[in-house]
């Protein structure tokens, strides 16, 4: 079977890993598999270097002639049996393409309960037709885009982001190497959060949190916070944190490929979003034996499957109290959590099984 994965672009979100992930598979399993992309660098790639990336071309609307010639040439060359887009603008895109670009099958992903304001709402919902299928990753997200007008009662299916386990899972092994290059005791603990410096984040809400606990901690069991990623709003971070006297216990690690070495070192993983559709890091860190705290925005309660601890969004107070709380809890209770989460993220979010659920959709 020829599949075509068509994304807005290559980025390091989590939508991005999860379309790399699904063409490493499909090529594994025999299919013939190229992904697009509309606009921006790349900076995540399949592991399979002989599955192509196109770049389409649409940086902005002046590009859009040149990027729809882009994709028709693309089209007639290639004869896709299936095209799947992710994300708001490759979904828009494919489905207008459409029109005048014939493709057996087009299925459409969202990733968020939130794509976007009122006018990209509007596009899902005149376009809707368009597609054969529309997915989103969590019930969560789903219920949102029908609430939101996106879609019709009943328009929209949910399939969840499959968790490479090859890829995350506990390296104990590590765990010193990694304090090591942070500059920690080896008792020391970690709390790590990962994730671009994006709104959606809301990381105010975990800094304003750690210095709460920091606060309040003796300070020989002062923790340290880790952060990977980058984004427009780092510098906001950076200021928050010199504001709050944070520096000597704030380590900002930009963005980094060692996530489940950095997951498995960690002895919390903490999502402090406002909003998110799956929220893909939480069941990697569940993955790699990591305990989650996380608000409990979006799909991710589903994620977490009744393991970690969920606190409301944009509360700083509960954050702070829930990491103290973890952070004193016995050990032996921690790894129990752990070992509960990992064997749930095995049964519901295992690569595989997912996969399974893709080619079910594509050959329907």
Same mark, same amino acid.
């Not at 765990?175 to 809301?202: C, P, W, Y």
């Given at each position: 079977?020829?599949?075509?994965?068509? !994304?807005?672009?290559?980025?390091?979100?989590?939508?991005?890993?999860?379309?790399?992930?699904?063409?490493?598979?499909?090529?594994?399993?025999?299919?013939?598999?190229?992904?697009?992309?509309?606009?921006?660098?790349? =900076?995540?790639?399949?592991?399979?270097?002989?599955?192509?990336?196109?770049?389409?071309?649409?940086?902005?609307?002046?590009?859009?002639?040149?990027?729809?010639?882009?994709?028709?040439?693309?089209?007639?060359?290639?004869?896709?049996?299936?095209?799947?887009?992710?994300?708001?603008?490759?979904?828009?895109?494919?489905?207008?393409?459409?029109?005048?670009?014939?493709?057996?099958?087009? !299925?459409?992903?969202?990733?968020?309960?939130?794509?976007?304001?009122?006018?990209?709402?509007?596009?899902?919902?005149? &376009?809707?037709?368009? $597609?054969?299928?529309? &997915?989103?990753?969590?019930?969560?997200?789903?219920?949102?885009?029908?609430?939101?007008?996106?879609?019709?009662?009943?328009?929209?299916?949910?399939?969840?982001?499959?968790?490479?386990?090859?890829?995350?899972?506990?390296?104990? $092994?590590? &765990? =010193?190497?990694?304090?090591?290059?942070?500059?920690?005791?080896?008792?020391?603990? =970690?709390?790590?959060?990962?994730?671009?410096?994006?709104?959606?984040?809301?990381?105010?809400?975990?800094?304003?949190?750690?210095?709460?606990?920091?606060?309040?901690?003796?300070?020989?069991?002062?923790?340290?916070?880790?952060?990977?990623?980058?984004?427009?709003?780092?510098?906001?971070?950076?200021?928050? !944190?010199?504001?709050?006297?944070?520096?000597?216990?704030?380590?900002?690690?930009?963005?980094?490929?060692?996530?489940?070495?950095?997951?498995?070192?960690?002895?919390?993983?903490?999502?402090? $979003? $406002?909003?998110?559709?799956?929220?893909?890091?939480?069941?990697?860190?569940?993955?790699?034996?990591?305990?989650? !705290?996380?608000?409990?925005?979006?799909?991710?309660?589903?994620?977490?499957?009744?393991?970690? &601890? =969920?606190?409301?969004?944009?509360?700083?107070?509960?954050?702070?109290?829930?990491?103290?709380?973890?952070?004193?809890?016995?050990?032996?209770?921690?790894?129990?959590?752990?070992?509960?989460?990992?064997?749930?993220?095995?049964?519901?979010?295992?690569?595989?099984?997912?996969?399974?659920?893709?080619?079910?959709?594509?050959?329907?």
């Amino acid at each position: 079977m020829k599949i075509l994965y068509l !994304i807005t672009g290559l980025g390091g979100g989590g939508a991005e890993k999860v379309v790399v992930d699904l063409a490493d598979q499909m090529s594994k399993r025999g299919h013939q598999v190229k992904i697009a992309y509309l606009k921006g660098d790349v =900076l995540v790639s399949p592991e399979d270097k002989s599955i192509e990336l196109i770049y389409i071309g649409l940086e902005s609307f002046k590009n859009m002639n040149k990027a729809y010639q882009n994709y028709k040439h693309l089209i007639d060359k290639f004869q896709p049996v299936v095209v799947h887009a992710h994300m708001v603008h490759a979904n828009i895109f494919a489905r207008i393409a459409r029109r005048l670009i014939p493709v057996p099958k087009l !299925i459409c992903t969202a990733h968020s309960n939130n794509e976007g304001g009122r006018l990209r709402m509007l596009a899902y919902r005149l &376009t809707h037709a368009m $597609s054969d299928e529309i &997915t989103n990753v969590s019930y969560s997200a789903c219920e949102s885009f029908e609430v939101l007008g996106a879609v019709p009662k009943g328009g929209i299916k949910t399939v969840y982001n499959g968790i490479n386990l090859e890829k995350f899972n506990l390296r104990a $092994s590590e &765990t =010193l190497k990694i304090k090591t290059e942070l500059m920690l005791d080896e008792n020391q603990s =970690l709390i790590l959060a990962v994730g671009r410096f994006h709104e959606a984040k809301d990381y105010p809400n975990l800094i304003n949190a750690f210095a709460k606990l920091i606060k309040n901690t003796e300070n020989d069991k002062k923790p340290r916070l880790a952060i990977a990623g980058d984004g427009e709003l780092k510098g906001q971070i950076l200021n928050m !944190i010199a504001d709050l006297s944070l520096q000597d216990y704030v380590i900002l690690l930009g963005r980094r490929d060692d996530i489940p070495d950095l997951l498995s070192a960690a002895d919390i993983f903490v999502l402090s $979003s $406002s909003f998110e559709g799956f929220g893909l890091v939480v069941a990697e860190a569940m993955a790699c034996e990591c305990y989650v !705290i996380a608000t409990d925005c979006g799909g991710v309660k589903e994620v977490m499957g009744g393991y970690g &601890t =969920l606190v409301p969004p944009q509360n700083s107070e509960a954050l702070a109290d829930a990491l103290y709380a973890v952070l004193n809890e016995e050990s032996s209770n921690i790894v129990l959590n752990n070992r509960a989460a990992l064997s749930y993220v095995k049964n519901t979010f295992a690569l595989e099984k997912i996969v399974d659920q893709w080619i079910e959709i594509y050959v329907s």
